[in-house]
């Protein structure tokens, strides 16, 4: 099929009448992803001291698996990543825990949840740090049973991984057309990431695809994540009254 030469001016005057085609469309935006972010640097010192003990704890137990492993690790923990256990109820972490809650309904709130019947509960809390040697990350994933998550950057620079997030639009993804300027976010983007620093605080839907790039090793990198789930205040009197 050849291309058309007529321009669009030509085709909207129609066959000879006055009638045209609109040569201006109304465009309306649907089924937003939000990713909201803020930069609260005063609490890292604080969460640093607070993180220090579990971090070191983590890589003691792995450390420990590797010299009973009878495999050789000739690179030493190089792809590691150590995992505290849940922060939840932690004292020194109370301020982030009342803050992420307050926001998380919040944001709801503002995407327009009725949250009327339902109580908002972090589920999930906790701080990992990715090996010095390089190569910690995160491969491509979702938080189940959530409506919300995030992150809190402890260490990081522009020299570190970064998050990065991904369109949950299955259907988009599958029919995606090359960009024409991957540097610029528009609606052809597929994948978007941030730049991770220290204080720089992420929330997120939980639904949303994200992974971790690979991490270099050249600076020390170490963030708090978090998850928090809409519970049926039903389901909570339901659990009280079997007590």
Not at 14 to 38: H, M, N
Not at 68 to 79: E, R, T
Not at 210 to 232: S, T
């Amino acid at each position: 099929m050849k291309k058309s030469t007529r321009k669009f001016d030509e085709i909207s005057c129609g066959s000879g009448t006055s009638k045209k085609f609109p040569t201006q469309l109304v465009r309306e935006d649907y089924f937003k992803c939000p990713i909201w972010f803020a930069d609260a640097p005063e609490f890292v010192k604080e969460l640093n001291k607070a993180s220090d003990p579990w971090i070191k704890k983590a890589k003691k137990n792995i450390h420990d698996e590797m010299k009973k492993s009878k495999v050789k690790w000739p690179k030493g923990d190089f792809g590691s990543i150590y995992h505290s256990n849940s922060l939840i109820g932690q004292p020194a972490f109370r301020k982030l825990q009342d803050y992420i809650g307050i926001t998380t309904a919040n944001l709801l709130l503002e995407q327009g949840f009725d949250l009327t019947n339902y109580q908002i509960f972090i589920t999930e809390l906790w701080v990992q740090e990715f090996s010095s040697k390089g190569g910690g990350h995160h491969t491509l994933h979702t938080h189940w049973n959530g409506h919300m998550s995030g992150f809190y950057f402890l260490k990081a620079s522009d020299k570190t991984s970064r998050p990065m997030f991904q369109d949950p639009r299955h259907g988009a993804i599958m029919n995606l057309l090359p960009e024409k300027d991957i540097s610029k976010p528009t609606y052809a983007s597929w994948q978007i990431n941030y730049e991770a620093k220290p204080g720089r605080m992420i929330f997120f839907p939980s639904y949303m695809p994200h992974m971790y790039v690979v991490d270099p090793g050249l600076e020390p990198f170490r963030f708090i994540h978090f998850n928090c789930q809409a519970i049926p205040i039903g389901v909570l009197n339901a659990h009280k009254n079997k007590k």
